[in-house]
Protein backbone atom coordinates (compact mmCIF):
# COMPACT_ATOMS: atom_id res chain seq x y z
CA UNK A 1 0.00 0.00 0.00
CA UNK A 2 1.58 3.37 -1.15
CA UNK A 3 1.56 6.04 1.90
CA UNK A 4 -1.15 8.51 1.93
CA UNK A 5 1.54 11.11 3.64
CA UNK A 6 5.15 11.00 4.09
CA UNK A 7 7.19 13.14 6.65
CA UNK A 8 10.40 13.27 5.88
CA UNK A 9 13.31 15.27 8.59
CA UNK A 10 10.42 18.26 8.55
CA UNK A 11 12.31 20.95 10.72
CA UNK A 12 10.60 24.02 12.05
CA UNK A 13 12.79 27.00 13.12
CA UNK A 14 11.68 28.96 16.41
CA UNK A 15 10.11 32.27 15.31
CA UNK A 16 12.57 34.87 15.80
CA UNK A 17 15.14 32.67 16.36
CA UNK A 18 16.49 31.64 13.26
CA UNK A 19 19.42 29.81 14.96
CA UNK A 20 17.42 27.19 17.30
CA UNK A 21 14.88 24.70 16.33
CA UNK A 22 11.80 24.26 17.67
CA UNK A 23 11.49 20.71 16.02
CA UNK A 24 13.78 18.83 13.71
CA UNK A 25 13.58 15.34 11.83
CA UNK A 26 10.06 14.70 11.96
CA UNK A 27 9.37 11.77 9.79
CA UNK A 28 6.36 9.52 9.66
CA UNK A 29 4.36 7.92 6.66
CA UNK A 30 0.90 7.58 7.39
CA UNK A 31 -1.60 5.01 5.16
CA UNK A 32 -4.86 5.49 4.32
CA UNK A 33 -6.78 4.67 7.26
CA UNK A 34 -4.01 5.00 9.40
CA UNK A 35 -5.00 6.41 13.24
CA UNK A 36 -2.05 7.93 14.85
CA UNK A 37 -1.79 9.40 18.06
CA UNK A 38 0.50 12.31 18.57
CA UNK A 39 1.32 13.15 22.13
CA UNK A 40 3.86 15.91 23.94
CA UNK A 41 4.76 18.57 26.04
CA UNK A 42 2.57 21.94 25.54
CA UNK A 43 4.92 23.63 23.60
CA UNK A 44 6.66 21.58 21.73
CA UNK A 45 5.40 22.05 18.29
CA UNK A 46 2.19 19.76 17.58
CA UNK A 47 -0.28 22.24 16.11
CA UNK A 48 2.90 24.09 14.43
CA UNK A 49 3.47 20.10 12.70
CA UNK A 50 -0.10 20.40 11.91
CA UNK A 51 -0.44 23.38 10.42
CA UNK A 52 3.00 22.18 8.22
CA UNK A 53 0.91 19.24 7.33
CA UNK A 54 -1.97 21.31 5.76
CA UNK A 55 0.23 23.77 3.89
CA UNK A 56 -0.74 26.69 6.70
CA UNK A 57 2.72 27.10 7.19
CA UNK A 58 5.78 26.34 5.75
CA UNK A 59 8.65 23.83 7.24
CA UNK A 60 12.10 25.17 7.24
CA UNK A 61 13.71 21.78 6.21
CA UNK A 62 12.74 18.49 4.91
CA UNK A 63 10.58 16.89 2.56
CA UNK A 64 6.76 16.44 2.31
CA UNK A 65 4.69 14.00 -0.04
CA UNK A 66 0.66 13.41 -0.02
CA UNK A 67 -0.20 10.72 -2.54
CA UNK A 68 3.18 10.49 -3.91
CA UNK A 69 3.07 14.12 -5.18
CA UNK A 70 5.77 16.36 -3.21
CA UNK A 71 4.05 19.05 -1.33
CA UNK A 72 7.57 21.32 -1.40
CA UNK A 73 6.84 22.27 -5.09
CA UNK A 74 3.15 23.71 -5.16
CA UNK A 75 2.15 27.26 -4.66
CA UNK A 76 -0.15 28.52 -1.74
CA UNK A 77 -2.70 28.24 -4.04
CA UNK A 78 -2.21 24.26 -5.14
CA UNK A 79 -1.70 23.75 -1.13
CA UNK A 80 -4.95 25.66 -0.40
CA UNK A 81 -6.95 23.54 -3.04
CA UNK A 82 -5.56 20.37 -2.13
CA UNK A 83 -6.27 20.95 1.69
CA UNK A 84 -9.28 22.06 0.64
CA UNK A 85 -10.40 19.01 -0.98
CA UNK A 86 -8.55 16.17 0.76
CA UNK A 87 -8.12 17.38 4.06
CA UNK A 88 -10.46 18.09 7.14
CA UNK A 89 -8.97 20.58 10.28
CA UNK A 90 -10.01 20.50 13.61
CA UNK A 91 -8.43 23.24 14.94
CA UNK A 92 -7.33 23.45 18.45
CA UNK A 93 -8.82 27.17 19.33
CA UNK A 94 -11.93 25.21 16.41
CA UNK A 95 -11.92 28.40 13.67
CA UNK A 96 -15.63 29.02 13.57
CA UNK A 97 -16.34 31.49 11.10
CA UNK A 98 -18.26 34.25 13.28
CA UNK A 99 -20.30 35.52 10.43
CA UNK A 100 -22.09 32.02 9.63
CA UNK A 101 -24.41 29.94 11.18
CA UNK A 102 -23.51 26.37 12.42
CA UNK A 103 -24.66 25.00 10.33
CA UNK A 104 -23.01 27.19 7.13
CA UNK A 105 -19.57 26.59 9.28
CA UNK A 106 -20.24 22.78 8.75
CA UNK A 107 -21.33 23.80 5.13
CA UNK A 108 -18.60 25.40 4.07
CA UNK A 109 -16.27 22.29 2.88
CA UNK A 110 -19.01 20.65 1.27
CA UNK A 111 -19.80 24.21 -0.35
CA UNK A 112 -16.48 25.17 -1.47
CA UNK A 113 -15.82 21.74 -3.14
CA UNK A 114 -18.95 22.24 -5.32
CA UNK A 115 -20.07 18.69 -3.85
CA UNK A 116 -23.59 18.03 -4.76
CA UNK A 117 -26.14 20.26 -3.39
CA UNK A 118 -28.70 17.51 -2.49
CA UNK A 119 -26.60 15.19 -0.22
CA UNK A 120 -25.46 18.16 2.06
CA UNK A 121 -28.47 18.30 3.86
CA UNK A 122 -28.81 15.01 4.86
CA UNK A 123 -24.93 14.48 5.38
CA UNK A 124 -25.18 17.48 7.77
CA UNK A 125 -28.36 16.17 9.64
CA UNK A 126 -26.79 13.22 10.21
CA UNK A 127 -23.37 14.36 11.61
CA UNK A 128 -25.13 16.83 13.75
CA UNK A 129 -27.65 14.42 15.04
CA UNK A 130 -24.55 12.06 15.73
CA UNK A 131 -22.67 14.82 17.50
CA UNK A 132 -25.60 15.80 19.03
CA UNK A 133 -25.98 19.33 18.01
CA UNK A 134 -29.22 18.86 16.27
CA UNK A 135 -30.45 21.59 17.66
CA UNK A 136 -27.80 23.98 17.68
CA UNK A 137 -27.70 24.49 13.28
CA UNK A 138 -29.63 28.09 13.29
CA UNK A 139 -27.08 29.12 16.38
CA UNK A 140 -23.86 31.11 15.97
CA UNK A 141 -21.07 30.51 17.24
CA UNK A 142 -20.67 32.58 19.25
CA UNK A 143 -23.79 31.37 21.25
CA UNK A 144 -22.12 28.38 21.66
CA UNK A 145 -20.65 26.59 24.65
CA UNK A 146 -16.72 25.30 23.86
CA UNK A 147 -17.77 21.68 23.60
CA UNK A 148 -20.45 22.88 20.85
CA UNK A 149 -17.93 25.00 19.34
CA UNK A 150 -15.62 22.16 19.48
CA UNK A 151 -18.25 19.23 18.24
CA UNK A 152 -18.98 21.71 15.32
CA UNK A 153 -15.39 21.92 14.51
CA UNK A 154 -15.54 17.82 14.10
CA UNK A 155 -18.13 18.16 12.00
CA UNK A 156 -16.75 20.42 9.84
CA UNK A 157 -13.83 18.76 9.37
CA UNK A 158 -15.59 15.49 8.09
CA UNK A 159 -18.24 16.80 6.42
CA UNK A 160 -16.80 16.30 2.98
CA UNK A 161 -15.06 12.92 3.57
CA UNK A 162 -11.37 13.88 3.15
CA UNK A 163 -8.21 11.77 3.00
CA UNK A 164 -6.49 13.05 5.57
CA UNK A 165 -8.10 14.49 8.80
CA UNK A 166 -6.06 16.58 11.20
CA UNK A 167 -7.53 17.09 14.36
CA UNK A 168 -5.76 18.87 17.25
CA UNK A 169 -6.85 18.25 20.37
CA UNK A 170 -10.18 17.57 19.30
CA UNK A 171 -11.91 15.94 22.38
CA UNK A 172 -10.31 18.96 24.97
CA UNK A 173 -13.58 21.13 25.82
CA UNK A 174 -15.57 17.81 26.26
CA UNK A 175 -16.78 15.51 28.60
CA UNK A 176 -16.57 12.21 28.24
CA UNK A 177 -19.34 11.17 26.80
CA UNK A 178 -18.94 13.69 24.21
CA UNK A 179 -15.03 12.52 23.69
CA UNK A 180 -16.13 9.37 22.76
CA UNK A 181 -18.58 9.90 20.42
CA UNK A 182 -16.04 12.40 18.70
CA UNK A 183 -13.80 9.40 18.68
CA UNK A 184 -15.99 6.87 17.28
CA UNK A 185 -16.81 9.11 14.41
CA UNK A 186 -13.22 9.63 13.71
CA UNK A 187 -12.12 6.24 13.56
CA UNK A 188 -15.32 5.36 11.51
CA UNK A 189 -14.39 7.84 8.95
CA UNK A 190 -11.04 5.77 8.95
CA UNK A 191 -13.26 2.56 8.68
CA UNK A 192 -15.79 3.45 6.24
CA UNK A 193 -13.95 5.87 4.18
CA UNK A 194 -10.58 5.17 4.44
CA UNK A 195 -9.30 8.64 5.97
CA UNK A 196 -5.93 8.89 7.67
CA UNK A 197 -6.29 10.15 11.32
CA UNK A 198 -3.58 12.52 12.78
CA UNK A 199 -4.77 12.95 16.37
CA UNK A 200 -3.15 15.48 18.68
CA UNK A 201 -4.17 15.05 22.17
CA UNK A 202 -2.82 15.01 25.81
CA UNK A 203 -5.42 12.52 27.04
CA UNK A 204 -4.37 8.87 27.25
CA UNK A 205 -7.86 7.67 26.86
CA UNK A 206 -7.94 9.41 23.67
CA UNK A 207 -4.51 8.36 22.34
CA UNK A 208 -6.13 4.95 23.38
CA UNK A 209 -7.78 4.89 20.64
CA UNK A 210 -5.79 5.37 17.64
CA UNK A 211 -4.11 2.08 15.66
CA UNK A 212 -0.68 3.86 17.07
CA UNK A 213 1.14 5.89 19.43
CA UNK A 214 3.88 8.31 18.98
CA UNK A 215 5.94 10.99 21.32
CA UNK A 216 6.68 14.50 19.59
CA UNK A 217 9.71 16.21 20.66
CA UNK A 218 12.19 18.48 19.56
CA UNK A 219 14.02 15.27 17.80
CA UNK A 220 11.08 14.19 15.99
CA UNK A 221 8.83 11.42 16.89
CA UNK A 222 9.35 8.48 19.13
CA UNK A 223 6.86 4.90 19.38
CA UNK A 224 4.94 5.10 22.76
N1 LIG B 1 5.06 29.76 13.05
C1 LIG B 1 5.83 29.46 14.08
N2 LIG B 1 7.14 29.31 13.90
C2 LIG B 1 7.94 29.01 14.92
N3 LIG B 1 7.52 28.88 16.17
C3 LIG B 1 6.20 28.99 16.41
C4 LIG B 1 5.30 29.26 15.38
N4 LIG B 1 4.06 29.28 15.91
C5 LIG B 1 4.20 29.03 17.21
N5 LIG B 1 5.49 28.88 17.53
C6 LIG B 1 6.06 28.60 18.84
O1 LIG B 1 6.35 27.26 18.80
C7 LIG B 1 6.06 26.62 20.02
C8 LIG B 1 5.14 25.47 19.76
O2 LIG B 1 3.82 25.91 19.56
P1 LIG B 1 2.66 24.87 19.25
O3 LIG B 1 1.40 25.63 19.39
O4 LIG B 1 2.93 24.21 17.97
O5 LIG B 1 2.86 23.82 20.44
P2 LIG B 1 1.95 22.58 20.85
O6 LIG B 1 2.84 21.40 20.95
O7 LIG B 1 0.80 22.48 19.95
O8 LIG B 1 1.48 22.98 22.32
P3 LIG B 1 0.07 22.67 23.09
O9 LIG B 1 0.16 21.25 23.55
O10 LIG B 1 0.10 23.64 24.23
O11 LIG B 1 -1.03 22.94 22.14
C9 LIG B 1 5.53 27.70 20.94
O12 LIG B 1 6.58 28.11 21.80
C10 LIG B 1 5.13 28.82 20.00
O13 LIG B 1 5.36 30.07 20.59
MG1 LIG C 1 -1.18 22.79 20.20
Same mark, same amino acid.
Given at each position: ??? #?????? $??????????? /????????????????? =?????????? !? $? @?????? $?????????????????? @?????????????????? &??????? &??????????? /????? @? +?????? %???? !??????????? #??? /? +????????????????????? %??? =? @?? *?? %? !??? $?????????? *????????????? =???? !??? +??????ARRRLRFDAQG????
Open positions: MTA #LLVLDH $LAKRLAGDSER /WLFRAASLSLAPADFVA =IMGESGVGKS !T $L @LHIIAG $LERPDAGHMTFRDQSLDL @LDDDARTLLRRRHMGFVF &QAFHLIP &QLTVEENIALP /WRLNA @L +PRHDMR %PRIG !TLAERLGISKR #LSA /W +PRELSGGEMQRVAVARAVVHR %PAL =I @LA *DE %P !TGS $LDAESAETVL *DLLRESGEAEGAA =ILLV !THS +PTAAGRFHPL
